[in-house]
């Protein structure tokens, strides 16, 4: 883990330094190459939990969330291929962008050190919100920046709080400590409580859970097709990632303020599964999609047992991989006919019969059909909900339902009916593109013939 920490950095110092016109290829080709080996890490025998140093834990959890970050900044380049000018100026401040927050996100995956993770918790988004501004399509992308900004950083002040008030406890110089053994200050403390209140909220608000997802609708309206992909890929998971340390570390028990919890998530899954049908831009029905998607995370998060940890990891990677196709397919329809709007886009069938078929296969993806690691993820988190939660059945069929219901509306909406004659014809689409799909599709289909590797000991 150390190596690909150390190839990421080594990476950015040397695009930072050279004066080449080739620093879009020698990013993206780097970056393709130290997926691999993050890939071929997967297969080595790290299912346990481990620190590496004072700085440093690596499992399997945050392995595969790496791989992912590494596999989806790597199709970033791809999808961004023809919107950012090649050797240009912008290009090589949009590849340093990328390659800063690509390193963040190592680095707070595998962070032992409690400061450090919030550190790196907060600075993915600063790189996130310079994609935003400088490669946004509206005006509104000011407010859109705004709003991400407001929400996840006042909503995790209370955590670093908390944090800093746990520091004064170790009995150490430096704030050198782990997390393990900051955590289990509070079992015993006056302030566990305000642990699992405030601590908590800073993770649900990057989930997001419903009520606190008022600002991903717009961040993802406005980001560029790089900035969409990598905040429903990556930005998302860090929320689940942090509510997995803190749960498993903490040793909690169910109690009134978690069911509390996963009843508004699980509602809020059906509400904004219904509120899809409701929106017009086709990025907004994709980011609404995806709030329903992690609060079924947050309810395997919340299960009490490793089925349901399990079952959110697998969600967590195959949303992941298939949020990010939806959002380049709909960056794909807005090159082509200049709106996301759902009234005007009609019968793509005919005019592109490429793009028709890879947004057929992600929809159904989209809708958990086999043998996609998304129906594994789903098997996995529902009988993990059933058991402690059964009068929450309900809301679970609502979701699995409407779920198929929207992927469905979303694909014959599009691709169906006449193709309007005000629309310009659309050309041929794209290899890379293409490509980039394929590359987006194989780990959904063929990680189900390697579920060993999500297993959570």
């Known amino acids: 883990m150390l190596k690909l920490i150390i190839s990421g950095a080594v990476l950015l110092v040397l695009l930072a330094i050279q004066n080449l016109n080739l620093f879009w290829y020698l990013s993206f080709w780097s970056l393709l190459l130290l997926s691999f080996f993050s890939i071929l890490q997967l297969h080595t025998p790290m299912f346990e939990f481990s620190l590496q140093n004072q700085f440093f834990l690596i499992d399997n959890v945050s392995s595969m969330l790496i791989s992912l970050t590494f596999w989806i900044s790597t199709m970033m380049f791809l999808a961004s291929?023809?919107?950012?000018?090649?050797?240009?100026?912008?290009?090589?401040?949009?590849?340093l962008y990328v390659l800063i927050l690509n390193l963040t996100l190592i680095l707070a995956f595998s962070m032992a050190n409690t400061l450090m993770f919030y550190f790196m918790f907060e600075a993915s988004l600063v790189p996130t919100l310079m994609l935003i501004l400088g490669w946004g399509y509206q005006p509104e992308r000011l407010q859109a920046g705004m709003y991400m900004m407001l929400y996840t950083v006042s909503a995790s002040l209370p955590l670093l709080l908390i944090l800093l008030f746990a520091s004064k406890?170790?009995?150490?110089?430096?704030?050198?400590?782990?997390?393990?053994?900051?955590?289990?200050?509070?079992?015993?403390?006056?302030?566990?409580?305000?642990?699992?209140?405030?601590?908590?909220?800073?993770?649900?608000?990057?989930?997001?859970?419903?009520?606190?997802?008022?600002?991903?609708?717009?961040?993802?309206?406005?980001?560029?097709?790089?900035?969409?992909?990598?905040?429903?890929?990556?930005?998302?998971?860090?929320?689940?990632?942090?509510?997995?340390?803190?749960?498993?570390?903490?040793?909690l028990h169910l109690n009134f303020n978690f069911i509390l919890c996963l009843a508004l998530a699980l509602w809020g899954g059906v509400l904004t599964s219904i509120i899809c049908f409701r929106q017009i831009d086709l990025k907004s029905l994709i980011a609404y999609s995806s709030i329903g998607h992690m609060s079924l995370v947050l309810v395997g998060l919340f299960s009490n047992n490793s089925w349901g940890w399990t079952g959110a990891l697998v969600m967590m990677i195959a949303h992941g991989f298939c949020s990010s196709a939806l959002f380049m397919l709909a960056n794909c329809i807005y090159e082509k006919a200049h709106t996301r709007s759902l009234y005007t886009i009609k019968g793509l069938l005919l005019s592109l019969p490429i793009m028709s078929f890879w947004w057929f296969m992600f929809s159904a993806i989209n809708m958990a059909v086999p043998p996609t690691i998304n129906l594994l993820s789903e098997i996995m988190v529902f009988p993990a909900t059933m058991l402690f939660l059964k009068y929450m059945v309900l809301c679970l069929i609502f979701m699995s339902f409407l779920a198929a219901v929207y992927s469905m509306y979303m694909y014959t909406s599009t691709q169906h009916g006449g193709n309007p004659k005000f629309l310009a014809p659309c050309g041929n689409f794209n290899e890379v593109k293409s490509t980039a799909l394929l590359l987006h599709w194989i780990p959904l289909n063929f990680f189900i013939l390697k579920a060993n590797l999500f297993l959570l000991s």
């Open 81 to 95: 291929q023809f919107d950012i000018k090649i050797c240009s100026n912008s290009s090589k401040i949009f590849c």
């Open 169 to 251: 406890y170790i009995m150490c110089s430096s704030i050198m400590y782990n997390f393990v053994i900051q955590m289990k200050i509070f079992s015993t403390s006056w302030s566990y409580m305000l642990l699992i209140l405030f601590s908590f909220l800073a993770f649900l608000v990057k989930l997001p859970v419903f009520s606190m997802h008022l600002w991903l609708p717009k961040a993802h309206v406005e980001a560029p097709v790089a900035g969409s992909m990598v905040l429903a890929a990556i930005l998302l998971k860090l929320g689940g990632y942090g509510i997995l340390r803190m749960y498993q570390y903490l040793n």
